[in-house]
């Protein structure tokens, strides 16, 4: 997916995409969940993720999708509903069988802009989530739009593979000290239980539980 100069324009006229403030540094730009935060950064993302059904024999799974929920709350425009992200966590949850204390990491939506940012915090924090690990994804990729639920995804299945989270980029100054992060440097961790979440315009809200096959 690309953009033409004037989605950029219009994006940016919503508070949703980075000003140039650091267009003479474009490693520092993407500053998810920092105070110094100005919108997102636009990454050409793609990814693929093959799911099958338990027991197919022959197969090993990386992981096992144990619930999931989507809503669409009609908010209009770029503007966050804490209400809509709070709902798809607290039923991704209960279809799961999980509690928020089972679950140990969160790869976050972390668009980067204003609202967004601090919208996801109040719910994280809401739905007793302080406790889990957390980075941004995005801090490393940008955003890839369309992709980048999927490319998510995708990270923290490496990263369950790996027992080891990536650094969050540009997290100089956190918008809460409230939540567990993973700073500048990458950190090992042996993830049992994972929550992966996308937020859209328009109020389409995801969230997935997975567990980590080889925590078993």
Known sequence: ?????????????????????????????????DRNRDGFIFGEN???????????????????????AVGVDGHRGPEPSLEGEIDVIKRALAQSGLDPQ???????????????????????????????????SKSILGHGLSAAGTVELIAALLQAQAGRLHPSLNLDDPVSLDLNWVGGHAVEHRMRYALCLSFGFGGINTALCIENSDHR
């Open 46 to 68: 793609c990814g693929a993720i093959v799911v099958e059904c338990p027991g197919r024999a022959g197969t090993h799974n990386w992981s096992t999708l144990r619930g999931w």
């Open 1 to 33: 997916m690309d953009l033409s100069y004037w989605e950029c324009q219009g994006l940016r006229s919503l508070g949703a995409m980075g000003s140039d403030r650091y267009h003479d540094q474009p490693k520092r730009a993407y500053r998810p969940f």
């Open 102 to 136: 089972d679950l140990d990491y969160v790869n976050p939506h972390g668009s980067g802009s204003i609202a967004g940012d601090k919208t996801e915090l109040e719910a994280l924090l809401r739905c007793g989530l302080a406790h889990a690990r957390i980075n941004t």
